[in-house]
């Protein structure tokens, strides 16, 4: 790839990503590099973001993601 890191940055929308960056993320390979994501959102959000993620990035790492 071109880069050696990625950041990705998104809103929240209804606590989640929008749908836009799960297809992003399906469609590149980031096992090979570190990705960084950051959002803009209240603290109390935060924790329910980053479980959303996780759970997604793992989902990546072990299997095809649901489809939504």
Do not use: N
């Amino acid at each position: 790839g071109e880069y050696d890191i990625i950041f990705l940055g998104y809103p929240i929308w209804w606590g989640q990503a929008p749908k836009i960056i799960y297809t992003f993320l399906e469609s590149y390979s980031f096992l090979e590099r570190p990705l960084y994501h950051f959002v803009p959102l209240e603290a109390a959000k935060l924790a329910l973001a980053l479980k959303i993620f996780t759970i997604w990035s793992q989902k990546m790492l072990h299997g095809s993601p649901e489809q939504g």
